[in-house]
């Protein structure tokens, strides 16, 4: 009977501790379970595979194994989270044959909604989470990071406290000597042509009545209507260190009008020590603090030609629009484990409450094109001294017309 209770206790001492043992071991492995991403479809063909991408870029929460091989686990729903490429479904869209409910869907992209518009019924309903430059995305995954003087992150955002222009101080000694070399007016490097959006018309335009005042506009690329300079991109640093040695100002034209639709073409100049002269959908206040750039859609042609002619004649006015770099500076997302887009999406995919909170883009369509098309004409607003048709563009909500 004794023997019988000793071995009873033991038996029952044993099986505490084996179920205390199988707690902590699945713990840990649900606090140390790997995330694996699966990168869907053929946009991705060329992209660093595994766990190593994560440990490079020194991301804080690093437990992701990211993938271009469906077969790399047992069923494609086993995956956390699927990314979907904007470009790519544009023009194809296939969904995985099978979904668990836990997994997040995510529509990746760095293009805006004019170039990639997404109208048709197919979007809706599909989507967990977006990433892309549009400032309400579940992640931002833009071009640009602005810090304050202290080194932290402060946009871009709906709305910024930018100091006012009179708050700021005057630059020092060291800029004005690099401005100081600048020898031509404008400079503009472009590659695509033909956006839809007639930002050649308005350079062409601005170019014809800088020429008036003996001022030159550089249009370096190989479209016809450019001055026939190259600079090349296999060499960015040397046509970067190009502008900030000779150029004043710098025309920031993104390719399409869109909502926080701002590029590398605005992150350059600011960072190069050149006044962007900005053209593009977004509202700029979300980007830049006020007295650090022209925009040509609320200047028109003419008062922004008379912006140019001052500055470049009374360097006192050209310094102010530097004072900024007392306070603010600009960096690429990949440059800091924060905000870098790998760092970003895994950090995520860690947090418990935001992946067990379902969420879902019902209305996906709506959210990715909105105020790109409205009443058959795209989301421009008139330029005071710009003839209408110089810049409205026919649009169509029906994707058949793509
Ligand atoms: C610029 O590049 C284009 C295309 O590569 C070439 O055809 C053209 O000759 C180049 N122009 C100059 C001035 O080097
Ligand atoms: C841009 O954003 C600012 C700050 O939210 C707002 O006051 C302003 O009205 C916006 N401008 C336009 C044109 O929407
Ligand atoms: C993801 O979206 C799908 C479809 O909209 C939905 O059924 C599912 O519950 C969502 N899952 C999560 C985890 O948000």
């Known amino acids: 009977m004794f023997i019988k209770t000793k071995y009873l206790m033991c038996a029952l001492v044993c099986l505490t501790l084996y179920f205390i043992i199988l707690q902590l071991l699945l713990l840990f492995e649900r606090r140390s379970k790997t995330k694996y991403i699966l990168l869907y479809g053929n946009y991705w063909r060329n992209t660093d595979n595994g766990k190593t991408i994560f440990l490079e870029n020194d991301c804080p929460v690093n437990n992701c194994y990211i993938t271009v091989v469906e077969s790399l686990l047992p069923s494609i729903s086993y995956f956390d989270a699927i990314l979907f490429e904007g470009k790519e479904i544009f023009v194809k869209f296939q969904k995985p044959r099978t979904r668990s409910r836990h997994q997040k869907y995510i529509f990746y992209t760095l293009e805006s909604p004019v170039s990639y518009p997404l109208y048709s019924e197919r979007y809706n309903g599909v989507f967990n989470w977006t990433m ?8 931002y995954n833009g071009y640009m990071i602005i810090k304050n003087k202290e080194g932290e992150i402060i946009g871009p955002k709906d709305i910024m406290h930018w100091l006012k222009p009179e708050e700021m101080e005057p630059i020092d000694k060291r800029l004005i000597n690099v401005l100081k070399k600048k020898k031509y007016a404008v400079a503009w490097f472009v590659s695509n042509c033909d956006a839809r959006n007639k930002r050649s018309d308005i350079a062409l335009l601005l170019q014809g009545t800088l020429k008036k005042k003996n001022l030159d506009l550089h249009i370096y690329g190989p479209c016809i209507w450019g001055s026939g300079m190259n600079c ?64 040509v ?52 995919l860690n947090d418990d409450h935001l992946v067990k909170k379902t969420s879902m883009y019902e209305k996906f369509t709506k959210w990715w094109n909105a105020k790109t098309c409205e009443d058959g004409v795209r989301y421009i607003d008139k330029i005071s001294d710009i003839p209408d048709d110089y810049i409205q563009v026919r649009c169509n909500t029906d994707e058949q017309s793509y």
């Open 132 to 139: 892309t430059p549009k400032l309400n995305s579940d992640l």
């Open 232 to 295: 090349s991109y296999d060499d960015e640093l040397h046509c970067l260190r190009l502008l900030r040695n000779k150029y004043y100002f710098y025309l920031s034209f993104e390719n399409s009008l869109s909502e926080d639709y701002v590029t590398e073409k605005l992150l350059h100049p600011l960072r190069f020590h050149t006044v962007p002269i900005v053209y593009g959908g977004a509202n700029y206040t979300r980007f830049v603090p006020d007295g650090a750039y022209l925009n």
């Open 297 to 348: 859609r609320t200047l028109g042609i003419n008062t922004l030609v008379k912006k140019i002619v001052a500055a470049i004649h009374d360097p006192n006015i050209y310094h102010d629009y530097f004072k900024w770099t007392n306070h603010y500076s600009y960096h690429h997302p990949v440059e800091s484990p924060e905000t870098d887009p790998y760092c970003v999406l895994c950090k995520a």
